[in-house]
């Protein structure tokens, strides 16, 4: 329902037991059991975070991979494993200093391992905000999408994502914060929520029996509340370099209102294996 006004309400058949869960809904569950004196002071958990002055945090990107005959379902237990796979720094063209944070997640069921979720969060000194975001680069997409879709993100979505995940990043909801602290024009929308419509929009369009086998994607520029963004996708040739099973392939991006990339990624699709 948050994702998606025209989804079948709760009484629908279509969440019973053993149905598969859609890719990037796991981020719903495993909520980071940290009290509030123990977050950060923009509300966020600080479990894998730099030490100061890197307090501005942001999503960079990640990827999903799932196994094709032990896919999540309504109805299991499972298990999520994380850790951290690295920590790189990196001076951006403006001689600012970066630390990007890898994480890797790795959840299973009672049949072993289902699903892998990586994940890459940059942290940032707090006036480096100015020169990011004051004068953002417009890249334009350089192909056109085989199917689209307009999504509005309205503070309520942001409100009910940030619920359902615990996800109690001052940016997502607390504009004051999000202007005045970190100099945004408003509230982000969140790096996965972003990420989550990019999956649904081709998840929607895939013939019955395909699912998605992996996912990488790449944030390029910050999404705002109340701004219009486009999800886009295109097939692309399946080439040789791609696994055996890969049976399509899809270029996904997200256009910002004045149309330039503002996340981009690949996924690749396979025939579901039954076990």
């Known amino acids: 329902m948050t994702l998606d006004k025209t989804t079948p309400s709760s009484q629908s058949p279509l969440f019973k037991k053993?149905?598969?869960?859609?890719?990037?809904?796991?981020?719903?569950?495993?909520?980071?059991?940290?009290?509030?004196?123990?977050?950060?002071?923009?509300?966020?958990?600080?479990?894998?975070?730099?030490?100061?002055?890197f307090l501005a945090r942001m999503w960079a990107g990640g990827g999903v991979e799932q196994n094709p005959s032990n896919l999540l379902r309504i109805g299991q237990e499972i298990l999520m494993k994380t850790k951290c796979t690295g920590v790189d720094i990196k001076q951006s063209r403006s001689g600012?200093?970066?630390?990007?944070?890898?994480?890797?997640?790795?959840?299973?069921?009672?049949?072993?391992?289902?699903?892998?979720?990586?994940?890459?969060?940059?942290?940032?000194?707090?006036?480096?905000?100015?020169?990011?975001?004051?004068?953002?680069?417009?890249?334009?997409?350089?192909?056109?999408?085989?199917?689209?879709?307009?999504?509005?993100?309205?503070?309520?979505?942001?409100?009910?994502?940030?619920?359902?995940?615990?996800?109690?990043?001052?940016?997502?909801?607390?504009?004051?914060?999000?202007?005045?602290?970190?100099?945004?024009?408003?509230?982000?929308?969140?790096?996965?929520?972003?990420?989550?419509?990019?999956?649904?929009?081709?998840?929607?369009?895939?013939?019955?029996?395909?699912?998605?086998?992996?996912?990488?994607?790449?944030?390029?520029s910050p999404l705002y509340v109340d701004q219009p963004i486009k999800i886009c996708a295109k097939s692309m040739s399946v080439v040789p370099t791609m696994d055996a099973d890969v049976a399509e392939s899809y270029e996904v991006w997200v256009e910002n209102p004045q149309g330039g990339l503002a996340m981009s990624g690949t996924i690749e699709v396979v025939l579901e294996q039954k076990s």
Request: glycine share 4%; proline share 7%.
């Open 18 to 53: 053993g149905t598969v869960l859609p890719v990037n809904w796991h981020h719903i569950f495993f909520p980071p059991m940290i009290g509030e004196n123990d977050l950060g002071q923009d509300g966020y958990e600080i479990t894998h975070a730099p030490p100061a002055p």
């Open 96 to 220: 600012d200093t970066m630390v990007f944070v890898n994480l890797e997640k790795q959840i299973e069921n009672e049949s072993g391992w289902a699903l892998t979720d990586t994940r890459t969060l940059v942290y940032m000194e707090k006036d480096q905000k100015k020169s990011t975001h004051t004068t953002p680069k417009v890249v334009k997409p350089r192909k056109e999408a085989d199917f689209s879709a307009m999504i509005h993100p309205s503070t309520i979505l942001l409100f009910r994502y940030s619920a359902l995940t615990f996800n109690s990043h001052r940016i997502h909801f607390d504009h004051e914060y999000a202007n005045k602290v970190e100099d945004h024009p408003g509230c982000l929308v969140h790096g996965p929520l972003t990420a989550t419509f990019m999956i649904e929009n081709l998840r929607r369009h895939l013939k019955p029996g395909l699912i998605i086998k992996n996912f990488h994607y790449r944030a390029l």
